[in-house]
Protein backbone atom coordinates (compact mmCIF):
# COMPACT_ATOMS: atom_id res chain seq x y z
CA UNK A 1 0.00 0.00 0.00
CA UNK A 2 2.85 2.48 0.73
CA UNK A 3 4.73 1.64 -2.30
CA UNK A 4 1.84 1.51 -4.06
CA UNK A 5 1.06 5.19 -2.87
CA UNK A 6 4.43 6.43 -3.35
CA UNK A 7 4.04 5.39 -6.97
CA UNK A 8 1.24 6.93 -7.53
CA UNK A 9 2.17 10.35 -6.18
CA UNK A 10 5.68 10.45 -8.27
CA UNK A 11 3.33 10.40 -11.06
CA UNK A 12 1.05 13.00 -10.06
CA UNK A 13 4.32 14.95 -9.82
CA UNK A 14 5.78 14.07 -13.10
CA UNK A 15 2.58 15.43 -14.53
CA UNK A 16 3.29 18.48 -12.83
CA UNK A 17 6.95 18.95 -13.61
CA UNK A 18 6.32 18.36 -17.21
CA UNK A 19 3.67 21.44 -16.86
CA UNK A 20 6.19 23.38 -15.49
CA UNK A 21 9.01 23.03 -17.91
CA UNK A 22 12.23 21.10 -18.05
CA UNK A 23 14.41 24.26 -16.67
CA UNK A 24 11.94 24.24 -13.42
CA UNK A 25 12.06 20.53 -12.47
CA UNK A 26 15.93 20.14 -12.92
CA UNK A 27 16.18 23.03 -10.77
CA UNK A 28 13.66 21.94 -8.01
CA UNK A 29 15.79 18.62 -8.18
CA UNK A 30 18.98 20.16 -7.94
CA UNK A 31 17.89 21.96 -4.66
CA UNK A 32 16.77 18.85 -3.20
CA UNK A 33 19.34 16.73 -4.15
CA UNK A 34 22.33 18.45 -4.39
CA UNK A 35 21.94 22.18 -3.48
CA UNK A 36 22.32 24.12 -6.99
CA UNK A 37 25.11 25.98 -8.08
CA UNK A 38 25.00 29.55 -8.28
CA UNK A 39 26.02 32.74 -9.99
CA UNK A 40 26.81 35.63 -8.58
CA UNK A 41 27.22 39.40 -9.97
CA UNK A 42 30.03 41.46 -7.61
CA UNK A 43 31.02 45.04 -7.99
CA UNK A 44 34.01 45.99 -7.40
CA UNK A 45 34.25 49.41 -7.43
CA UNK A 46 31.29 52.23 -7.43
CA UNK A 47 32.13 55.97 -8.99
CA UNK A 48 33.60 58.28 -6.30
CA UNK A 49 30.64 60.22 -6.78
CA UNK A 50 28.26 58.29 -5.83
CA UNK A 51 25.77 59.25 -2.92
CA UNK A 52 26.74 58.19 0.34
CA UNK A 53 24.83 55.43 1.74
CA UNK A 54 22.62 55.14 -2.15
CA UNK A 55 21.14 51.31 -2.69
CA UNK A 56 22.43 49.67 -5.84
CA UNK A 57 19.91 47.46 -8.00
CA UNK A 58 19.95 45.07 -10.89
CA UNK A 59 17.11 45.49 -13.69
CA UNK A 60 16.98 43.18 -16.20
CA UNK A 61 15.28 40.87 -18.76
CA UNK A 62 14.35 38.77 -16.11
CA UNK A 63 12.04 41.49 -13.81
CA UNK A 64 10.75 43.22 -16.35
CA UNK A 65 12.97 45.95 -16.28
CA UNK A 66 12.33 47.18 -12.70
CA UNK A 67 14.65 49.54 -12.25
CA UNK A 68 14.17 49.94 -8.02
CA UNK A 69 13.08 46.07 -7.81
CA UNK A 70 13.55 45.34 -4.30
CA UNK A 71 14.29 41.32 -5.28
CA UNK A 72 17.07 42.24 -7.12
CA UNK A 73 18.74 44.91 -4.12
CA UNK A 74 22.85 43.92 -4.26
CA UNK A 75 24.29 43.59 -0.62
CA UNK A 76 27.13 45.39 0.42
CA UNK A 77 29.77 43.65 2.27
CA UNK A 78 32.45 44.60 4.49
CA UNK A 79 34.80 44.74 1.88
CA UNK A 80 33.37 47.37 0.64
CA UNK A 81 31.78 45.29 -2.35
CA UNK A 82 28.47 44.27 -3.33
CA UNK A 83 27.08 41.37 -4.43
CA UNK A 84 24.00 39.31 -5.57
CA UNK A 85 23.15 35.67 -6.17
CA UNK A 86 21.29 34.76 -9.02
CA UNK A 87 20.41 31.02 -9.17
CA UNK A 88 21.73 28.57 -12.32
CA UNK A 89 19.28 27.93 -15.11
CA UNK A 90 18.10 31.05 -16.47
CA UNK A 91 19.90 31.27 -19.95
CA UNK A 92 21.07 34.33 -21.26
CA UNK A 93 20.26 37.27 -19.50
CA UNK A 94 20.39 41.11 -19.95
CA UNK A 95 20.96 43.43 -17.29
CA UNK A 96 22.45 47.34 -16.03
CA UNK A 97 22.80 48.85 -12.15
CA UNK A 98 20.95 51.20 -11.16
CA UNK A 99 20.25 53.44 -8.09
CA UNK A 100 16.78 53.13 -7.87
CA UNK A 101 14.97 54.92 -11.46
CA UNK A 102 16.24 55.01 -15.09
CA UNK A 103 17.39 58.46 -14.11
CA UNK A 104 20.19 56.98 -11.76
CA UNK A 105 21.38 54.29 -14.57
CA UNK A 106 24.93 53.15 -14.99
CA UNK A 107 27.21 54.97 -18.15
CA UNK A 108 30.65 54.95 -19.38
CA UNK A 109 33.39 57.22 -17.88
CA UNK A 110 32.00 60.14 -19.52
CA UNK A 111 28.67 59.47 -18.05
CA UNK A 112 26.81 58.50 -21.89
CA UNK A 113 24.52 55.31 -22.37
CA UNK A 114 25.84 51.84 -22.37
CA UNK A 115 24.73 48.87 -23.73
CA UNK A 116 23.11 46.13 -21.61
CA UNK A 117 25.39 43.78 -20.02
CA UNK A 118 25.01 40.34 -20.42
CA UNK A 119 25.89 36.90 -18.97
CA UNK A 120 24.97 33.13 -19.61
CA UNK A 121 23.33 31.91 -16.78
CA UNK A 122 23.48 27.65 -16.32
CA UNK A 123 22.70 27.05 -20.15
CA UNK A 124 24.57 23.29 -19.21
CA UNK A 125 23.74 20.39 -16.96
CA UNK A 126 27.08 20.89 -15.13
CA UNK A 127 26.38 24.76 -14.75
CA UNK A 128 23.45 23.47 -12.59
CA UNK A 129 26.69 22.70 -9.94
CA UNK A 130 28.77 25.01 -10.56
CA UNK A 131 29.36 28.92 -8.40
CA UNK A 132 30.36 31.35 -11.23
CA UNK A 133 31.34 34.93 -10.20
CA UNK A 134 30.77 38.02 -12.68
CA UNK A 135 32.81 40.67 -11.32
CA UNK A 136 31.87 44.52 -12.87
CA UNK A 137 32.98 48.16 -11.88
CA UNK A 138 30.83 50.78 -12.53
CA UNK A 139 32.42 53.69 -14.17
CA UNK A 140 29.91 56.73 -13.75
CA UNK A 141 26.13 57.55 -13.20
CA UNK A 142 23.99 59.58 -15.93
CA UNK A 143 22.99 61.70 -13.50
CA UNK A 144 25.91 62.64 -11.60
CA UNK A 145 27.98 63.25 -14.45
CA UNK A 146 31.43 62.12 -16.20
CA UNK A 147 34.40 60.42 -14.03
CA UNK A 148 36.70 59.27 -15.88
CA UNK A 149 36.22 60.92 -19.67
CA UNK A 150 39.36 60.99 -22.40
CA UNK A 151 37.35 62.21 -24.66
CA UNK A 152 34.73 64.83 -25.77
CA UNK A 153 31.51 63.73 -27.83
CA UNK A 154 30.24 66.12 -30.74
CA UNK A 155 26.76 65.19 -31.48
CA UNK A 156 24.80 67.10 -34.02
CA UNK A 157 20.99 66.90 -33.31
CA UNK A 158 19.57 69.03 -36.25
CA UNK A 159 20.05 68.34 -40.13
CA UNK A 160 18.88 70.90 -42.13
CA UNK A 161 15.60 68.97 -44.55
CA UNK A 162 17.20 69.53 -47.29
CA UNK A 163 20.75 67.55 -46.54
CA UNK A 164 21.21 65.01 -48.76
CA UNK A 165 20.39 61.89 -47.24
CA UNK A 166 23.89 60.18 -48.43
CA UNK A 167 26.03 62.95 -47.98
CA UNK A 168 28.82 62.65 -45.24
CA UNK A 169 29.04 65.07 -42.36
CA UNK A 170 32.60 66.11 -41.40
CA UNK A 171 34.57 67.71 -38.79
CA UNK A 172 37.07 70.57 -40.33
CA UNK A 173 39.13 71.68 -37.89
CA UNK A 174 42.79 73.32 -36.52
CA UNK A 175 43.09 69.60 -35.44
CA UNK A 176 43.18 68.11 -38.76
CA UNK A 177 44.85 70.96 -41.04
CA UNK A 178 41.51 72.32 -42.20
CA UNK A 179 41.00 69.03 -44.59
CA UNK A 180 36.88 68.94 -45.41
CA UNK A 181 37.33 65.60 -46.74
CA UNK A 182 39.22 63.64 -43.93
CA UNK A 183 36.75 60.64 -43.14
CA UNK A 184 38.40 59.81 -39.77
CA UNK A 185 36.02 62.74 -38.88
CA UNK A 186 33.02 61.92 -40.08
CA UNK A 187 30.03 62.13 -38.19
CA UNK A 188 28.06 58.77 -37.57
CA UNK A 189 24.43 58.07 -36.91
CA UNK A 190 23.19 57.63 -33.27
CA UNK A 191 21.32 53.55 -33.25
CA UNK A 192 18.36 55.33 -32.61
CA UNK A 193 18.58 57.98 -35.69
CA UNK A 194 18.58 60.56 -33.33
CA UNK A 195 21.69 62.42 -33.66
CA UNK A 196 25.14 62.68 -35.65
CA UNK A 197 28.30 61.83 -33.26
CA UNK A 198 31.38 62.33 -33.19
CA UNK A 199 34.55 61.30 -30.74
CA UNK A 200 37.97 63.31 -29.97
CA UNK A 201 40.36 63.01 -27.87
CA UNK A 202 40.49 65.67 -25.13
CA UNK A 203 43.24 68.41 -25.63
CA UNK A 204 44.42 71.44 -23.46
CA UNK A 205 44.39 73.76 -26.29
CA UNK A 206 41.29 75.76 -27.96
CA UNK A 207 39.55 74.13 -31.24
CA UNK A 208 38.34 76.14 -34.53
CA UNK A 209 36.24 73.78 -36.82
CA UNK A 210 33.23 74.08 -38.59
CA UNK A 211 31.28 71.17 -40.65
CA UNK A 212 31.18 70.49 -43.92
CA UNK A 213 29.30 67.52 -46.56
CA UNK A 214 32.98 66.61 -47.59
CA UNK A 215 34.26 69.81 -49.51
CA UNK A 216 34.83 73.35 -49.16
CA UNK A 217 31.73 74.27 -51.57
CA UNK A 218 29.39 72.26 -49.09
CA UNK A 219 30.43 73.77 -45.78
CA UNK A 220 27.77 74.68 -43.32
CA UNK A 221 25.80 78.20 -43.28
CA UNK A 222 23.50 79.94 -40.93
CA UNK A 223 19.54 80.00 -41.38
CA UNK A 224 19.76 82.68 -43.61
CA UNK A 225 21.96 80.39 -46.08
CA UNK A 226 25.30 82.90 -45.06
CA UNK A 227 28.87 81.80 -44.22
CA UNK A 228 29.00 81.15 -40.61
CA UNK A 229 32.24 82.02 -38.34
CA UNK A 230 34.56 79.16 -37.17
CA UNK A 231 32.79 77.64 -34.22
CA UNK A 232 35.29 77.48 -31.11
CA UNK A 233 35.69 75.15 -28.10
CA UNK A 234 37.91 74.93 -25.27
CA UNK A 235 38.09 71.47 -23.46
CA UNK A 236 37.32 71.71 -19.91
CA UNK A 237 34.69 70.01 -17.74
CA UNK A 238 32.04 69.23 -20.62
CA UNK A 239 32.04 65.99 -21.92
CA UNK A 240 29.47 66.52 -24.73
CA UNK A 241 28.93 69.70 -27.08
CA UNK A 242 25.53 69.78 -28.63
CA UNK A 243 25.47 71.22 -32.33
CA UNK A 244 22.58 72.48 -34.76
CA UNK A 245 23.16 73.36 -38.79
CA UNK A 246 21.07 75.81 -39.26
CA UNK A 247 21.83 75.32 -43.43
CA UNK A 248 24.10 74.66 -46.57
CA UNK A 249 26.15 77.17 -48.94
CA UNK A 250 25.55 75.02 -51.71
CA UNK A 251 21.45 74.30 -51.40
CA UNK A 252 18.77 76.27 -51.18
CA UNK A 253 16.61 76.29 -48.58
CA UNK A 254 12.93 74.07 -49.09
CA UNK A 255 9.70 75.80 -49.48
CA UNK A 256 9.78 75.85 -45.30
CA UNK A 257 12.80 77.39 -44.98
CA UNK A 258 12.66 80.43 -47.24
CA UNK A 259 13.13 84.02 -46.60
CA UNK A 260 10.83 86.13 -44.67
CA UNK A 261 10.95 89.75 -43.88
CA UNK A 262 9.23 91.09 -40.13
CA UNK A 263 8.46 94.75 -40.22
CA UNK A 264 7.45 95.56 -36.66
CA UNK A 265 6.05 98.78 -35.02
CA UNK A 266 7.26 99.44 -31.30
CA UNK A 267 4.73 101.84 -28.91
CA UNK A 268 5.19 105.00 -28.81
CA UNK A 269 7.37 106.38 -26.32
CA UNK A 270 9.89 103.31 -26.83
CA UNK A 271 13.49 105.05 -25.94
CA UNK A 272 14.81 106.08 -29.41
CA UNK A 273 18.56 104.91 -29.42
CA UNK A 274 17.24 101.69 -28.06
CA UNK A 275 17.80 98.50 -30.43
CA UNK A 276 15.55 95.59 -31.53
CA UNK A 277 16.07 91.91 -31.49
CA UNK A 278 14.15 89.06 -32.21
CA UNK A 279 14.81 86.26 -30.54
CA UNK A 280 13.48 82.17 -30.77
CA UNK A 281 13.20 79.10 -31.44
CA UNK A 282 15.83 79.50 -34.08
CA UNK A 283 18.30 80.82 -31.84
CA UNK A 284 18.17 78.96 -28.78
CA UNK A 285 16.64 82.55 -27.50
CA UNK A 286 19.17 84.20 -27.07
CA UNK A 287 17.85 87.61 -26.63
CA UNK A 288 20.58 90.07 -27.76
CA UNK A 289 21.54 88.28 -30.38
CA UNK A 290 23.79 90.66 -32.82
CA UNK A 291 22.83 88.31 -35.54
CA UNK A 292 19.26 89.30 -35.20
CA UNK A 293 19.35 93.01 -34.23
CA UNK A 294 16.65 94.75 -36.77
CA UNK A 295 17.69 97.57 -38.93
CA UNK A 296 15.90 100.89 -37.99
CA UNK A 297 14.03 102.54 -40.70
CA UNK A 298 11.78 105.24 -39.59
CA UNK A 299 10.54 106.54 -36.14
CA UNK A 300 9.23 103.25 -34.27
CA UNK A 301 9.51 101.23 -37.02
CA UNK A 302 12.23 98.11 -37.84
CA UNK A 303 12.78 95.81 -39.92
CA UNK A 304 14.34 92.29 -40.38
CA UNK A 305 14.44 89.58 -42.70
CA UNK A 306 15.77 85.91 -42.22
CA UNK A 307 15.58 82.76 -43.28
CA UNK A 308 12.82 81.03 -41.69
CA UNK A 309 13.40 77.29 -40.34
CA UNK A 310 11.77 74.43 -40.58
CA UNK A 311 8.50 73.61 -38.70
CA UNK A 312 6.87 75.87 -36.86
CA UNK A 313 8.71 79.37 -35.83
CA UNK A 314 8.41 80.50 -32.34
CA UNK A 315 9.51 84.42 -31.60
CA UNK A 316 9.13 87.44 -29.36
CA UNK A 317 10.91 90.32 -29.47
CA UNK A 318 13.27 92.72 -27.01
CA UNK A 319 15.35 95.86 -26.56
CA UNK A 320 17.98 93.54 -25.03
CA UNK A 321 18.06 90.92 -22.58
CA UNK A 322 15.46 89.02 -20.67
CA UNK A 323 13.92 91.69 -18.88
CA UNK A 324 13.17 94.42 -21.68
CA UNK A 325 11.26 91.86 -23.77
CA UNK A 326 7.25 92.81 -25.48
CA UNK A 327 4.64 92.49 -23.14
CA UNK A 328 0.67 92.97 -23.93
CA UNK A 329 -1.44 95.91 -23.12
CA UNK A 330 -1.25 95.70 -19.44
CA UNK A 331 2.40 94.67 -19.14
CA UNK A 332 1.66 91.39 -18.25
CA UNK A 333 3.98 88.54 -20.36
CA UNK A 334 2.91 87.08 -23.55
CA UNK A 335 2.85 84.20 -25.09
CA UNK A 336 5.38 83.11 -27.50
CA UNK A 337 4.49 84.63 -30.98
CA UNK A 338 4.24 82.13 -34.00
CA UNK A 339 4.32 82.28 -37.29
CA UNK A 340 1.41 81.04 -39.36
CA UNK A 341 1.49 82.70 -42.19
CA UNK A 342 2.43 82.08 -46.73
CA UNK A 343 3.09 85.43 -46.83
CA UNK A 344 6.94 87.06 -47.46
CA UNK A 345 6.42 89.74 -45.45
CA UNK A 346 4.72 90.45 -42.74
CA UNK A 347 3.81 93.71 -39.87
CA UNK A 348 3.94 93.82 -35.96
CA UNK A 349 3.05 96.19 -33.70
CA UNK A 350 4.28 95.56 -30.27
CA UNK A 351 2.20 96.95 -27.45
CA UNK A 352 3.83 97.59 -24.86
CA UNK A 353 7.78 96.77 -22.72
CA UNK A 354 8.47 94.67 -19.65
CA UNK A 355 10.61 97.72 -18.30
CA UNK A 356 8.80 100.46 -18.89
CA UNK A 357 5.23 101.71 -16.70
CA UNK A 358 2.68 101.45 -19.67
CA UNK A 359 1.45 104.88 -18.84
CA UNK A 360 5.13 106.39 -20.47
CA UNK A 361 4.67 104.11 -24.16
CA UNK A 362 1.43 103.67 -25.85
CA UNK A 363 0.05 102.21 -28.85
CA UNK A 364 -3.51 103.03 -28.21
CA UNK A 365 -5.09 106.45 -27.73
CA UNK A 366 -4.94 108.25 -24.71
CA UNK A 367 -8.26 107.99 -24.59
CA UNK A 368 -8.32 104.53 -25.01
CA UNK A 369 -5.39 103.47 -22.54
CA UNK A 370 -7.40 105.26 -19.92
CA UNK A 371 -10.53 103.19 -20.71
CA UNK A 372 -8.29 100.15 -20.01
CA UNK A 373 -6.72 101.27 -17.83
CA UNK A 374 -10.04 102.61 -15.48
CA UNK A 375 -12.09 99.02 -16.58
CA UNK A 376 -10.28 95.90 -14.91
CA UNK A 377 -12.90 93.97 -15.88
CA UNK A 378 -12.39 94.53 -19.40
CA UNK A 379 -10.66 91.94 -21.59
CA UNK A 380 -8.79 94.29 -24.08
CA UNK A 381 -6.87 93.38 -27.10
CA UNK A 382 -4.02 95.30 -29.30
CA UNK A 383 -5.77 98.32 -30.83
CA UNK A 384 -3.38 99.90 -33.41
CA UNK A 385 -4.64 103.66 -33.51
CA UNK A 386 -1.74 104.63 -36.06
CA UNK A 387 -2.95 102.47 -38.53
CA UNK A 388 -6.29 104.10 -38.52
CA UNK A 389 -8.00 100.90 -36.71
CA UNK A 390 -11.02 101.75 -34.38
CA UNK A 391 -11.84 100.10 -31.25
CA UNK A 392 -15.43 98.80 -30.07
CA UNK A 393 -16.14 98.16 -27.42
CA UNK A 394 -19.04 95.96 -26.42
CA UNK A 395 -20.51 92.84 -23.80
CA UNK A 396 -20.80 89.11 -25.28
CA UNK A 397 -23.51 87.28 -23.57
CA UNK A 398 -22.85 83.33 -24.51
CA UNK A 399 -25.66 81.65 -24.69
CA UNK A 400 -25.59 78.40 -22.20
CA UNK A 401 -27.65 76.36 -20.40
CA UNK A 402 -25.10 75.32 -18.03
CA UNK A 403 -21.72 76.41 -16.16
CA UNK A 404 -19.34 75.41 -19.19
CA UNK A 405 -15.88 76.43 -20.62
CA UNK A 406 -15.34 78.32 -23.49
CA UNK A 407 -12.84 78.18 -26.19
CA UNK A 408 -12.54 81.13 -28.18
CA UNK A 409 -9.92 82.37 -30.80
CA UNK A 410 -9.43 86.19 -31.84
CA UNK A 411 -7.99 86.91 -35.15
CA UNK A 412 -7.58 90.92 -35.33
CA UNK A 413 -7.57 92.50 -38.36
CA UNK A 414 -3.79 94.07 -39.04
CA UNK A 415 -1.87 90.76 -40.51
CA UNK A 416 -4.81 88.39 -38.75
CA UNK A 417 -2.72 85.24 -39.45
CA UNK A 418 0.40 87.07 -36.97
CA UNK A 419 -2.18 88.69 -34.37
CA UNK A 420 -4.30 85.33 -33.31
CA UNK A 421 -5.18 85.20 -29.28
CA UNK A 422 -6.84 82.59 -27.33
CA UNK A 423 -9.30 83.09 -24.87
CA UNK A 424 -10.12 80.11 -22.35
CA UNK A 425 -13.12 81.12 -19.58
CA UNK A 426 -15.41 79.13 -17.30
CA UNK A 427 -19.15 81.04 -17.31
CA UNK A 428 -22.11 80.91 -16.08
CA UNK A 429 -25.41 81.11 -18.05
CA UNK A 430 -26.27 84.74 -18.55
CA UNK A 431 -22.62 85.74 -17.22
CA UNK A 432 -21.68 88.97 -19.22
CA UNK A 433 -17.84 89.68 -20.98
CA UNK A 434 -16.65 93.01 -21.59
CA UNK A 435 -14.66 93.06 -24.51
CA UNK A 436 -12.62 95.82 -26.84
CA UNK A 437 -11.55 94.80 -30.19
CA UNK A 438 -10.82 96.61 -33.09
CA UNK A 439 -13.11 97.05 -35.76
CA UNK A 440 -12.85 93.31 -38.40
CA UNK A 441 -11.71 91.66 -35.48
CA UNK A 442 -12.91 87.69 -36.33
CA UNK A 443 -14.36 85.79 -33.13
CA UNK A 444 -14.04 81.70 -34.16
CA UNK A 445 -15.37 79.33 -31.48
CA UNK A 446 -13.56 75.46 -30.76
CA UNK A 447 -15.44 72.65 -30.17
CA UNK A 448 -12.68 71.77 -27.80
CA UNK A 449 -9.71 72.92 -25.72
CA UNK A 450 -8.20 75.07 -28.59
CA UNK A 451 -4.43 74.65 -27.42
CA UNK A 452 -4.19 70.96 -27.43
CA UNK A 453 -3.30 68.25 -29.71
CA UNK A 454 -6.25 66.95 -31.21
CA UNK A 455 -6.65 70.00 -32.84
CA UNK A 456 -10.13 70.55 -32.37
CA UNK A 457 -12.23 71.97 -35.23
CA UNK A 458 -13.28 75.44 -35.27
CA UNK A 459 -15.75 77.92 -37.08
CA UNK A 460 -16.45 81.29 -37.48
CA UNK A 461 -18.28 83.01 -35.06
CA UNK A 462 -18.76 86.78 -35.73
CA UNK A 463 -16.98 89.40 -36.79
CA UNK A 464 -16.80 92.65 -34.84
CA UNK A 465 -18.45 95.58 -36.84
CA UNK A 466 -18.27 99.44 -35.64
CA UNK A 467 -22.17 98.95 -35.42
CA UNK A 468 -21.64 96.59 -32.22
CA UNK A 469 -20.00 99.53 -29.96
CA UNK A 470 -21.93 99.48 -26.85
CA UNK A 471 -24.09 96.55 -27.42
CA UNK A 472 -24.54 93.75 -25.85
CA UNK A 473 -23.77 90.71 -27.93
CA UNK A 474 -26.10 87.36 -27.10
CA UNK A 475 -24.27 84.40 -29.38
CA UNK A 476 -25.43 81.13 -29.79
CA UNK A 477 -22.30 80.30 -31.95
CA UNK A 478 -19.61 80.43 -29.04
CA UNK A 479 -20.69 76.27 -27.77
CA UNK A 480 -18.34 75.14 -25.50
CA UNK A 481 -17.04 71.56 -25.78
CA UNK A 482 -19.36 68.03 -25.50
Not at 26 to 54: D, Q, Y
Not at 78 to 105: A, C, H, Q, V
Not at 160 to 185: A, C, H, L, R
Not at 328 to 344: E, M, Q
Request: charged share 25%; net charge negative; hydrophobic share 35%.
Amino acid sequence: MAIGFHIGNLKSKAVIFRSIGLQTMLCLACAILFSCGRMTLEIEKLPENTPSGAPVFVSGNFNLWDPGDGNFLMTKSENGKYYLDFPTGWGEISYKFTRGDWTTIEGDGCGHSINDRTAKVGQNWLHFFQNDTIRHRIYSWEDQGPTDCDKVTFRIKRLPKETPKNDPVIMVGSFNDWQPNNNKYRFTPSGDNRYYYLDLPKSDREIEFKLSRGSWEKEEADINGDRIPNRKFIYGTHDTVDLEIGGWIDLNPGLEARQITLMVNTPVGTPPEDPLYIAGSFNKWVPADPRFEMKKIGPNLFIITIRKPEGEMEYKFTRGPWGMEEVDVYGNHISNRKLRTSADTIRISIPEWLDIPIDQTFSQSREEMNYLMDNQDVIAFPINSSKGEKAVKFTLVPEIKRPSYIYVRVALPAVPNNRNYGMVDFIKPGQKIKLVCPVGSVFYACDGPYWNENKPKEEKAFVVTQEMDGMEIHSNALLPPN
